[in-house]
């Protein structure tokens, strides 16, 4: 189709091709081809263009297409498709749940492939429980706390701030079973569905950069107190989700999402509230005080500044959105300051800090 090997074919000689063939394609793939051919005013298509969209690759030549075939890809809703498998539904389902707009759900559901499965959320949920739970206590617990999670080399503990993996390993132990067991549910509800729609790179650096801010928050607003418990990290896609869902509100076609919201902010206000109830409570196991709260807020400020940003828009590449850089600066701000903090302010002030454990 292009004896001169120039890379272009025109745009006539593309659309007779696809009413040639079109019955061997899926009717959604059609539907961006031909947007394609719609979009390009040059009157020829580029290979590299026409690759990158057969390989669902995200690719400006695909934002041009839908941009300007809005009209054709939006003729059919998705949720109007029928005789749909399980695993269908269940890929429809996560894109109305996570996603605005009906060309980015019909991109998503035309190419999800489950390859890679959502694994950095089901792999950190297995081993913060069976560390917890195995490792550590060698039985379930059921009271708000136990002196055992005190006594390991993975929660950051104010005396301890120079040992920098504790700053990120933390997460893997908690206070108590209700503790453990309200952050897995949160991930898994919320952060499996977000990896599938956005991958996880994007998942695992808003979820590690909540947890790195939390402890960090800990260090520099409550010195004293010793922090465990992936809130932060939790915290941190559930406060990106929600907010994403409150900035496209009209958008959102997710059933029930106002009762979802809710029982989302119940948990998360149930939580929080009882981390700063046991903060504040004579602590079982003096001198040591309960862990602190701090970590949950770095969490939230992460998720609604770098967190809706990654989440905001499914295609757009991060480095061509301003706000992307703007927030990641002040986190990066952020992080230095604290790591400052660390290394003077505890000897200026000269702190009482609990002993280690």
Known sequence: FDPDNTGYISTDKFRSLLQRHGSELDPHKL???LALADSNSEGRICYQDFVNLMSNKRSNSF???????????????????????????????????TLPREIDRKWYYDSYTCCPPPWFMITITIVAFFLYNGVVLDRFVLQV?????LKNALLYHPQLRAQAWRYLTYIFMHAGIEHLGLNVVLQLLVGVPLEMVHGAARISFVYVAGVVAGSLAVSVADMRAPVVG???????????HLANIVMNWSGMKCQFKLLRMAVALICMSFE????????????AYPPCPHPSFMAHLGGVMVGITLGVVILRNYEQRLQD????????????????????????AYSLLDLKLPPPP
């Open 230 to 240: 992936s809130s932060g990290g939790v915290y941190a896609l559930v406060s990106a």
């Open 31 to 33: 539907e961006v081809l």
């Open 321 to 344: 959105q301003t706000l992307w850089w703007i927030f990641l600066s002040i986190y990066v701000i952020f992080v230095l300051f604290a790591i400052f903090w660390n290394i003077f």
């Open 272 to 283: 929080f509230g009882r981390a700063v109830w046991l903060r504040f409570h004579p602590s």
């Open 63 to 97: 934002r041009q297409a839908i941009l300007q075939g809005n009209r054709r890809l939006c003729s059919k809703a998705l949720l109007e498709e029928t005789g749909l498998s399980l695993s269908q539904r269940l890929i429809r389902h996560v894109a109305y749940e």
């Open 145 to 149: 706390s136990h002196p055992l999670y």
